[in-house]
């Protein structure tokens, strides 16, 4: 087992990750001594698994780097590139954080992470944590023991809600949790802790002084340790010599101690006794954290104390060597101390009148102004933290400077909530007249403030933002195109007023110069000839032609492709499917005209998924997936669970045997999380577990056990269509193999309850569709299935609702089974036609190439015999 710790403090809230960071830097240490041979292997399954994201770890994690090497180093710079939108790039972090604990438990194991103070801890570290205790795919035991002190901890506190969602998350079996309330100790087990301390057996001994000890601690064991270090440093317990024992008067004690009410109290009593340089310096040191670098803490001295102690300057390694004899901090490196206990630095701070928030400010622009840049970009969190617990006027441009560096240091390690808090400092520290002194930092400040209040859910406050800065008719499109984005996601997203988002879209394109529609009343017909335009030209494009291809290198034309792929989302979710066309075909014409971009791949492979439907053209379809997988693997690994998810779900599901899809859904899934990306992984995990598996006729049993596994991953997601999609057949299984009942027919049980659920989405509309179906079917009852599928016909059968889906093939088989039934049963003509018309669908796709519909189309002509 590997035991490591970290630990959060009181004084910086806002620092990202901190307690986090210590531990696994301790832990990456502690593989230091393990030997080449380990620390190669372990290299070398970072560099598959997780290349670009040690960079990310690094920049946290400094100790990470003893598993790279230079070359390594330089190669994941380079292929990092530019930061991508916070949530992706929070999602990033959490597969970063997940896939290197995997690594190393697979070395050492169990693995147990203590920390220490997480009542203080950020919501970053909170996620991480969270996303760590529920990893049900990590086959390596990890402990996490997280200390907090209840009494600072209530219902309306983050770290109480959070404990609460992982007792929802253990209830479920996705792993153990377990609380212990330490009390304080009971008057016995204070004598046995002097007894300890004292080197004596005899309980009658120590009772009186264990008596004195607990009314003056009430039995905290730091408390109580403190206590009797300052009885022996005050001589009222003594060793006697000739006696050869500890001698004590307990009412002497009793009666000198009245005033003893706390721990700090003691602490300060005995910080007092120190020389008034040390008192001074032991303040300057709280200043700076729980733990603290010697050359800082000598160059504050030097810098800023020397006012405060008569101009003598005095030695801090050797007032430092008294305090370490005094207890009060212990060395945590060769250059680095901390304080034994918070509570030893909180002494420390309130030791004097002298930390004032004015002192606060001072210290920090000190250290702002004359650290190099190295060492402030090390400390940037504290010196930031320090400059803005004391700073109140506004127009201090400096330290509206040193917030937007805290903040984009903050954005970077994805610390949300911390770099939202570092905006906000500096936004009130902008002059009023800011659009004319300060517009470009102004300008910056309220993006990213609106970029993390987003990524965070606090819609009113980034609308806020988004506002202020759309309202200056003199800043130029171009300039607020994020925030544009962000507006038209918060209109789908948050409001849920798609069809608005999609025009406000279309203005995007419009303000920044790209001339998109005729008419909004035309796009069907500019559709049907771009696709008709496009069809012709990918089919005379290569593979060797992509491999030769450019990339583009306009601003202009790659933020209209960001637009573009920004819009195919929004319409395809609002069902406005000609606009969602047009938009991939826009993306593909831009790539055949000016070169490859991030949205090239996926356009491709959507575009394979149009031909096929709109023109039943399987070879042009396998073309332009072919195409969409080198583009793919011309520009890397982003999006690529979008190209791998459209290509399979689309395209290749209908001319490929389905078992071949469990592999390519599954890298799918896996290259999703590792690219940050929720929507298109979590899609390619419904296809690997649910819908593949159904299709090919797994059995229920084994299908129904892997979903308590991936559950928690899609609750991880967020993503609601595919939540609700696990939901809808998971009760559908369950009620499959049940016996025939009105019950069992009903989408109704312990995992999904359709009358609880108010979703309109057309993927959530579908599924409760075909799921019914599927048990009316199984269970025999096709005259309720025929009487459903004609109150569904009017575009409301999966296959209308969710188009080329894979389950579409199942779904369509299963209505002509219906209608042949129907027909044999009533004799009506009008049965008979539907079953008929729907056999020679699925005879046209065994006619294209679909190895999938041959059963299908032997099973309806045995029928219709």
């Excluded at 307990?250 to 340089?277: C, E, G, H, P, Q």
């Excluded at 982003?638 to 395209?651: C, E, K, L, Q």
């Excluded at 609880?756 to 009316?776: D, F, H, I, K, R």
């Amino acid at each position: 087992a590997v035991y490591v710790e970290g630990k959060y403090e009181f004084t910086s809230t806002d620092e990202p990750y901190s307690g986090i960071a210590q531990a696994f830097g301790m832990l990456c240490t502690e593989f230091e001594g393990c030997g080449d041979e380990t620390v190669a292997n372990i290299s070398s399954e970072m560099k598959e698994n997780m290349r670009e994201e040690a960079l990310m770890l690094t920049s946290l994690i400094p100790e990470i780097t003893v598993f790279l090497d230079d070359d390594d180093l330089e190669t994941v710079s380079l292929q990092v590139g530019t930061l991508a939108a916070a949530g992706r790039e929070h999602e990033r972090w959490k597969y970063a954080f997940r896939t290197f604990t995997r690594i190393l438990g697979s070395y050492f194991a169990p693995i147990v992470l203590v920390l220490d103070d997480i009542q203080w801890a950020d919501i970053s570290s909170l996620d991480i944590l969270d996303h760590l205790v529920s990893d049900v795919q990590n086959p390596n035991p990890l402990m996490i023991i997280g200390c907090f002190r209840s009494n600072e901890v209530d219902e309306n506190s983050i770290l109480y809600n959070r404990i609460q969602t992982l007792h929802g998350k253990s209830k479920k079996g996705v792993f153990q949790l377990t609380e212990i309330e330490l009390q304080n100790c009971n008057l016995d087990s204070v004598n046995k802790i002097v007894m300890s301390l004292m080197g004596i057996d005899d309980e009658s001994q120590t009772r009186d002084l264990a008596e004195v000890c607990f009314k003056r601690t009430l039995g905290n064991p730091f408390f109580l340790i403190e206590f009797m270090r300052m009885l022996d440093a005050e001589g009222f317990i003594q060793f006697n010599l000739g006696l050869l024992k500890w001698v004590w008067d307990a009412s002497k004690i009793k009666n000198a101690t009245m005033s003893t009410d706390n721990a700090v109290d003691l602490l300060k009593s005995r910080m007092r006794k120190l020389s008034d340089d040390v008192q001074l310096l032991l303040q300057y040191a709280a200043c700076l954290g729980s733990s603290f670098s010697v050359a800082i803490l000598d160059y504050v001295w030097s810098e800023h104390a020397m006012k405060r102690s008569g101009g003598e300057n005095g030695d801090v390694p050797t007032m430092l060597n008294s305090v370490q004899d005094f207890q009060l901090v212990e060395r945590c490196g060769s250059e680095e101390l901390r304080w034994v206990h918070d509570k030893v630095q909180e002494a420390a701070l309130s030791l004097s009148e002298l930390v004032t928030p004015a002192f606060q400010f001072s210290l920090g622009m000190c250290l702002y102004n004359g650290l190099g840049s190295k060492e402030i970009e090390k400390q940037l969190f504290d010196v930031a933290d320090l400059v803005n617990k004391g700073v109140h006027d506004s127009g201090r441009i400096d330290v509206a400077v040193l917030n937007l560096r805290a903040a984009k240091k903050a954005r970077k390690m994805t610390a949300l909530q911390s770099a939202a808090k570092y905006a906000a400092y500096g936004i009130k520290q902008l002059p009023e007249d800011k659009w004319t002194l300060q517009r470009q930092l102004t300008l910056q400040f309220y993006s990213l403030g609106a970029e993390m209040e987003y990524a965070l859910g606090n819609i009113p406050k980034a609308e806020e933002y988004i506002g202020i800065i759309l309202e200056r008719d003199e800043i130029a499109p171009m300039e607020t195109l994020s925030l544009r984005k962000m507006k038209a996601q918060i209109l789908a997203t948050a409001h849920l007023r798609w069809n608005e988002a999609c025009d406000y879209g279309l203005v995007i394109l419009k303000d920044i110069g790209y001339k998109f529609a005729w008419n909004r009343g035309l796009i069907p017909i500019q559709m049907l000839v771009a696709i008709r335009n496009l069809a012709k030209r990918v089919k005379k494009l290569s593979v060797e032609d992509v491999q030769s291809m450019n990339f583009i290198q306009n601003k202009n034309q790659m933020a209209v492709i960001d637009i573009l792929k920004m819009m195919k989302h929004l319409t395809y979710s609002a069902n406005d499917l000609p606009l969602c066309f047009l938009c991939v075909c826009k993306v593909i014409e831009m790539t055949l005209d000016h070169g490859i971009s991030l949205g090239s791949a996926d356009c491709f492979a959507t575009f394979g998924g149009v031909l096929m439907f709109l023109y039943k053209d399987h070879a042009a379809a396998s073309h332009v997936c072919d195409l969409a997988f080198a583009f793919q693997k011309r520009s890397g690994r982003r999006y690529i669970a979008d190209t791998m998810h459209g290509s399979w779900a689309f395209v290749l599901v209908h001319m490929k045997p389905l078992h071949e899809g469990l592999h390519l859904t599954m890298e799918g899934y896996t290259q999703g999380l590792r690219d940050g990306d929720p929507l298109d992984s979590t899609n390619c995990l419904i296809n690997r577990f649910v819908l593949l598996p159904y299709m090919m006729g797994r059995s229920l049993n084994s299908i129904i056990e892997k979903f308590p596994k991936i559950a928690p991953q899609l609750e991880e997601s967020g993503i609601t269509n595919n939540i609700l999609t696990l939901k809808v057949w998971w009760q559908m299984m369950v009620n499959l193999r049940l016996p025939p009942s009105e019950a069992a027919k009903k989408l109704e049980g312990e995992e999904f309850r359709r009358s609880e659920e108010t979703a309109e989405s057309n993927m959530y509309v579908g599924n409760v569709n075909l799921a019914l179906g599927e048990l009316l079917v199984f269970f025999g009852e096709h005259e309720d299935r025929a009487k459903r599928l004609l109150g569904e016909e009017k575009g409301k059968t999966y296959s209308e609702l969710v188009q080329g889906y894979p389950p579409h093939g199942i779904e369509t088989f299963h209505r002509g089974i219906t209608w042949f039934a129907m027909a044999q049963k009533t004799g009506k003509r009008a049965y008979k036609s539907r079953a008929i018309k729907i056999r020679k669908e699925i005879a046209k796709w065994v006619e294209k190439g679909n190895p999938n519909a041959k059963d299908y189309d032997l099973l309806l002509n045995a029928e219709q015999a």
